[in-house]
């Protein structure tokens, strides 16, 4: 008789990684112990250092996984590839749409990116993504002739990055209480009229 398939469970890597950002997300506190995620991914101590290091780059790769775990690939898809001047509002729209899932840790790394240098690492890596797609698509803009002319692309992709900052979304959405889809209208409708040439 057969024996039955086993699932193969995930690698040690990707159990730390899954751990720390669950356990950073309940917590709502970046200085979650190392040993707490041992426990919950079921590794010793020393394999979370075999595999990282130190707690910056665990920081910074937890955050990296929930980017390959989540529905990113549709941000770098509008900022890269998808057809202008339509990919300004899918990129506005599918970045917004991603913000929510992230928002708890993304919060406490903006925080604490202040004061300790592990969380700036991993923060600072996800402003630079978010600029350089920022970039890349300002670059589509401007060389498919649809940005105005007052704007150089490294202004546009300034002024998309401040626009889109994780920071405007939370203080008009998560303080004051703004719809999130009333948010993204106002900010998709604000870039078009301030970057994009009328027809």
Request: proline residues 6%.
């Amino acid at each position: 008789m057969p024996v039955a398939a086993q699932s193969t469970p995930p690698d040690t890597r990707e159990r730390i990684l899954a751990a720390t950002w669950t356990l950073v997300e309940e917590s709502q506190d970046l200085k979650v112990r190392i040993a707490d995620i041992a426990a919950a991914a079921g590794v010793s101590r020393q394999a979370v250092y075999l595999h990282f290091g130190n707690r910056a780059n665990l920081l910074l790769a937890a955050v990296q996984y929930r980017d390959m775990t989540s529905p990113t690939a549709g941000i770098a898809r509008a900022a890269e590839t998808d057809p202008i001047p339509g990919a300004l509002a899918t990129f506005v729209e599918t970045w917004f749409a991603h913000i929510p899932r992230i928002q708890p840790v993304a919060r406490l790394l903006s925080a604490a990116s202040q004061t300790d240098p592990e969380a700036r690492v991993a923060w600072d890596d996800r402003m630079a993504l978010l600029r350089r797609l920022s970039f890349a698509l300002a670059k589509r803009l401007a060389d498919g002739g649809v940005l105005k002319p007052e704007w150089t692309p490294g202004q546009a992709a300034d002024w998309i990055w401040h626009r889109t900052h994780l920071d405007g979304w939370r203080h008009l959405v998560g303080e004051c209480g703004w719809d999130a889809a009333d948010y993204r209208r106002c900010v998709c409708t604000s870039l078009e009229r301030d970057l994009l040439k009328t027809k």
